[in-house]
């Protein structure tokens, strides 16, 4: 008899969304941009001098992090840098909360949290959003081991206003409030400004979304430097060369192109502006969103079974079997083009 499964660490993981090859799909499926990055990341592609990846990155990801602390309107040493959101999540998650006390997030949100809660052995509950999917900010203002919005919340598409967050972290001062800003960029209203003023604050962002590039991995915290130096060396902990030198490069030739960048967000949101009601008059309700992505419910037809013809079409989007949202298909703002053959492929299987 050998016990060395005795000693593994054993865990739920986290399942993304699929990433299926067929030439033909519509790729709907896992919030992606529909447009490329910034001309600027091929550019840096292309002159890219093979010779540099000898060297180890800066470890600070410099470029990068100058970049968004400049965009941002702080100081370099308000930015921590990592592989994607997740790994500046995962790393404030095992950073902020040790504490006895649970860690509140709401029941419906992105589930990648209580995974990582799981896996570092944090206590946490789940308030329940109300019967609108909204957060109820007055479930947050009870003793707690930390606490983790998204705003805009996923899947549910809906943001709260800036004096919502504001009215939870006052209530907080004694946790790490983390606000995850995926979405923000397509109608949220930031929280970064209340960084300067409540330093247990940490706001959340991800080159993934709004930025198109999801393949680079570059995600991003701003907070006070109190903040961000206790996550450093939580970081340094396990890996100081988290970001590579690729990806630093690239993900600053994405910041300074400001225009670009303004110009795909409003397609993306033009777009979905304009399938609320593509998507009503085929018998769908969407929840108020601003996101790239809405998250629709069909007055006859089971979400799953709209899902399950949508795929054999070649079309993806999103279910989750969970409870509240089984009803419920995430489905990503595409182009133009992919939308319409989307209502179409809709329109057929629903007639
Ligand atoms: C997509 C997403 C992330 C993670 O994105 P990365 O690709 O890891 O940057 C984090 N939070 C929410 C709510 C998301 O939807």
Redesign the pocket.
């Known amino acids: 008899m050998s016990n060395w499964e005795n000693n593994v660490r054993k865990v739920v993981p986290y399942v993304p969304g699929d990433q299926p090859q067929y030439p033909d799909m519509i790729k709907l499926n896992?919030?992606e941009n529909p447009y490329p990055p910034a001309p600027g990341v091929a550019e840096v592609l292309k002159n890219l001098n093979a010779d540099v990846l000898r060297l180890y990155p800066k470890p600070d990801a410099h470029e990068l992090a100058a970049a968004i602390a400049e965009e941002c309107g702080v100081d370099f040493n308000n930015v921590f840098v990592g592989?994607?959101?997740?790994?500046?999540?995962g790393t404030a998650f095992l950073t902020f909360f040790k504490g006895d006390l649970p860690v509140l997030f709401p029941d419906v949100?992105?589930s990648?949290y209580p995974v990582w809660a799981e896996l570092y052995n944090i206590p946490y509950e789940t308030p329940a959003l109300d019967g609108n999917f909204r957060i109820k900010k007055e479930d947050y203002y009870k003793p707690n081991g930390g606490i983790v919005i998204?705003n805009p919340n996923?899947p549910t598409t809906i943001a709260e206003p800036l004096d919502f967050i504001e009215d939870i972290v006052k209530h907080n001062k004694d946790s790490v409030v983390i606000v995850?800003e995926?979405?923000v960029d397509f109608g949220g209203e930031t929280a970064l400004e209340l960084t300067r003023k409540y330093e247990n604050l940490l706001v959340?962002r991800?080159?993934?979304?709004s930025r198109n590039l999801?393949g680079m991995?570059?995600?991003f915290a701003i907070g006070s430097e109190k903040l961000i130096s206790y996550m450093m060396a939580v970081r340094n902990s396990y890996n100081s060369y988290t970001m590579t030198t690729p990806s630093i490069l690239c993900g600053e030739a994405s910041i300074k192109d400001k225009a670009y960048f303004r110009k795909t967000v409003d397609k993306i949101t033009a777009t979905r502006e304009k399938a609320v009601p593509e998507l009503q008059k085929l018998g769908f309700t969407c929840l108020d969103s601003s996101a790239n992505f809405l998250f629709a419910t069909h007055k006859t037809v089971p979400a799953k079974e709209i899902f399950t013809k949508l795929r054999e079409k070649h079309i993806f989007v999103r279910y989750f079997d969970k409870p509240r949202i089984n009803n419920y298909l995430r489905i990503t703002i595409g182009t133009d083009n992919e939308m319409q053959q989307l209502y179409a492929a809709l329109s057929e299987i629903l007639k």
Do not use: E, H, M, Q
């Open positions: 896992t919030n592989v994607g959101s997740d790994d500046v999540l949100t992105y990648f998204a996923a995850d995926a979405y959340v991800t080159f993934s979304k999801a991995r570059i995600g």
